[in-house]
């Protein structure tokens, strides 16, 4: 029985109207130090919608949301640059939300270190993903700057080893007291709960 | 390296990793200002008189052209998401590109205006005042610029948008540079243009910041 | 409580009153139109020094005066939309756009049907048509904005943004476009200003104004409710299309 510790983010009654479109509502849940979410559901049921409203990208239609701790988004998108370089993608966003960290040993962490200075442009998709994730390493944990991860499809066109980096990823962040909540369509080697869309009023 | 700072040098590179770099910007603004002889005339004391302003209508139309893609490579791989979420003020970023935009687009139009000035017969004594009208009043173009790149990006015929919004707004500025930069060091029309560019200084970023997040959602 | 311009989709109380005002509105602007037709071009006396051309005046003046109100009116109704969200708010301001355009044309026309005799020439780049210019194509871009923003709600802020962003540039614009104008034109042109106010010339100005105003605000109305419709049939549209699609996922 999980004992439920301080929530640090709580969602409460959520719509997501888009355009004519009411993609979801009644949607609550509350997640405390240490816990992670799971959202899943067919394409076009507004799990993206959902991790932007979080984020504060979009609005929400209806509900309330409060957290106190800052969060980081990984979209869809990888938001690299090709003309610049692994380091240099990488120590650029971590610079701009304010991180720490090894930035060496991040790359090293997901198996980048060797093409650190290679331009981004050549990388794989696979790659790519690996990079984006690689920035989250400076934010490990419940006491860093952005303990709240919020992750779209973070496994989208990783192979089974950058699975197994992305799971280990999360388990250390969530072992430190952080929280995820991540949109999946093939599920995460992680303990979480499940937010199901596609149907009205879920909740964890 | 601070927030701020890593978003002008990283804008700052990118401009010079990418195609070009400034010398596209140039070379379109020099074009430009060997057209104007072909229309008028080579009638040197006509393009004397309408030096300033025939240079100033350039460095505005170099700038414009430059501007559509201030925010647009940002909205399309999934950056100015992330920027939206920083801990620098999203107006502080503004300021960041806009103050990169300036440096990687203006700043050479003004370092080749010396040469190019002879294109125009521009009096000797006006190219100092003319240089100076520049340094104040084409930082108001980025500023005011990134409102229309942020209110337009990712549309469709967004460039061409752009510049209908952003033109009218110009007109303050060209106006007072122009005639600041046919003149006097410190006179009126200087003091007007510094003024209008402080002004944008303190409102386009709110402004800029505001279209960035309606942009997004 | 609904956030979103989905609440737009039925204002009705809105609908039901200009409903029942329009027509009466209509009857008092066309009244007021057809005497103020006839004060300004048959009853008024003409110009000792202009003659005939003075009656232009009539059209002239209450057009740039609502190309300016209409402007601030639409500007008045963005920051409401913004502020408060309400979505009748960014519809009448979208309304009213074409229709305050459409009088800033009919002020540089006239105006410069007036000038010419004066003038000598169709376009003399005077202070006050210059900045009706200018005023002319921020009403362009904003309309522009909201033919190329394909979604409403971001078309709604980001076409308000811009038109407030106008408004706050205008008195500079009209500022530097003076001062220009000086620096430039240090003759003075004759401004088309009417002769001496006179109740013969007032009248006949005032009431014109007012069937202006009237008109532009029926027709901003009209024009509104249009919108609105337009907004609920697409939204009718839409979720025909959902109810076809949509595919009840069931709790397994």
Redesign the interface.
């Known amino acids: 029985m999980r004992h439920r510790v301080t929530t640090i983010l709580e969602v409460s009654d959520l719509a997501c109207q888009r355009g004519t479109r009411r993609l979801f509502e009644g949607v609550s849940f509350a997640l405390g130090r240490g816990e992670a979410l799971v959202i899943t559901g067919p394409n076009g049921t507004g799990k993206s919608s959902l991790l932007r409203i979080l984020a504060g990208l979009l609005e929400e239609e209806d509900g309330e949301i409060s957290h106190d701790d800052e969060m980081l988004y990984l979209g869809h998108l990888d938001a690299l640059k090709p003309q610049m370089s692994v380091m240099e993608n990488l120590r650029f966003w971590v610079s701009l939300f304010g991180g720490t960290g090894d930035l060496d040993a991040a790359l090293e962490r997901f198996g980048l270190g060797h093409i650190r200075d290679l331009t981004a442009g050549v990388l794989s998709a696979g790659q790519r993903r690996r990079l984006t994730l690689a920035r989250f390493c400076c934010f490990l944990g419940g006491d860093s700057a952005r303990p709240i991860w919020l992750m779209d499809e973070p496994d989208s066109a990783l192979d089974d080893a950058g699975r197994a980096l992305l799971d280990d990823l999360l388990k250390e962040h969530l072992s430190l007291g952080g929280v995820v909540l991540a949109a999946t369509h093939r599920g995460l080697g992680i303990e979480a709960g499940e937010l199901k869309l596609g149907e009205v009023g879920m909740g964890a | ?3 701020f700072w ?2 002008v040098m ?1 804008d700052i ?2 401009a010079g ?2 195609g070009g770099g400034p010398f596209v910007g140039l070379g379109f603004f020099i074009i430009v200002v060997t057209m104007v002889p072909f229309g008028v005339g080579a009638d040197l004391p006509l393009l004397s008189r309408i030096g300033p302003g025939v240079l100033w209508v350039a460095v505005l139309l170099a700038t414009l052209l430059s501007l559509d893609r201030l925010f647009q ?1 940002d909205f ?4 100015l ?8 003020p999203v107006e502080m970023q503004v300021l960041a590109k806009c103050l990169a935009h300036w440096i990687t687009n203006t700043v050479p139009l003004i370092i080749a205006m010396p040469a190019v000035a002879f294109l125009v017969n521009l009096e000797t004594g006006i190219l100092g005042p003319l240089l100076v009208s520049l340094l104040v009043g084409t930082p108001s173009l980025s500023l005011i610029g990134a ?1 229309g790149a942020a ?2 990006v990712g ?4 460039g061409l ?1 752009l510049s ?2 952003v ?3 110009y ?2 500025a060209l ?2 540079g122009a ?1 600041a930069g046919s003149g006097d060091l410190m006179g ?2 200087m003091l ?1 243009l510094g003024a ?1 560019s402080l ?1 944008s200084l303190a ?1 386009a970023p709110f ?1 800029a910041a ?2 960035l997040r ?4 | 409580m609904a956030k979103s311009l989905q609440r737009f989709a039925n204002p009705a109380r809105f609908m039901a009153l200009s409903g029942a005002v329009l027509p009466w509105a209509a009857a008092a602007t066309a009244l007021t139109l057809s005497v103020g037709l006839y004060l300004a071009l048959v009853a008024s006396p003409p110009d000792y020094q202009q003659g005939e051309t003075v009656r232009m005046m009539y059209v002239h003046v209450p057009s740039a005066w609502l190309a300016s109100a209409g402007y601030a009116s639409m500007a008045l109704a963005c920051a409401v939309g913004l502020i408060w969200r309400h979505p009748l708010a960014f519809a009448s301001a979208k309304a009213m756009a074409p229709l305050g355009a459409a009088f800033t044309f009919l002020a540089l026309v006239t105006g410069s049907l007036w000038g010419k005799p004066m003038w000598g020439a169709y376009w003399v780049w005077d202070a006050r048509l210059t900045s009706v210019l200018v005023l002319f194509f921020i009403y362009l871009g904003y309309i522009a904005l909201w033919e190329v923003i394909e979604d409403f709600g971001r078309a709604a802020r980001a076409t308000s943004v811009f038109c407030l962003a106008g408004a706050v540039n205008l008195p500079v614009i009209r500022f530097s476009v003076d001062w220009w104008n000086t620096l430039h034109q240090p003759a003075s042109v004759a401004r088309l200003d009417g002769p001496a106010i006179h109740s013969s010339i007032l009248t006949p100005l005032l009431v014109m104004a007012l069937g202006f105003t009237l008109l532009l605000l029926v027709l901003t109305l009209f024009r509104t409710r249009t919108e609105i419709m337009e907004r609920r049939a697409a939204s009718l549209e839409m979720q025909q299309a959902q109810a076809g699609m949509t595919v009840r996922a069931q709790n397994g």
């Open positions: 390296m601070s927030a890593s978003l990283r590179k990118l990793r990418l490579a399309e791989d999934g950056s998401d992330l920027f939206l979420m920083s801990p620098l409102l209110l337009t549309v469709r015929r967004g948008v209908l919004i033109l009218p707004l007109v303050p106006i007072f005639a009126t029309p007007f209008f002004a409102l402004a505001a279209a309606i942009s997004v959602s």
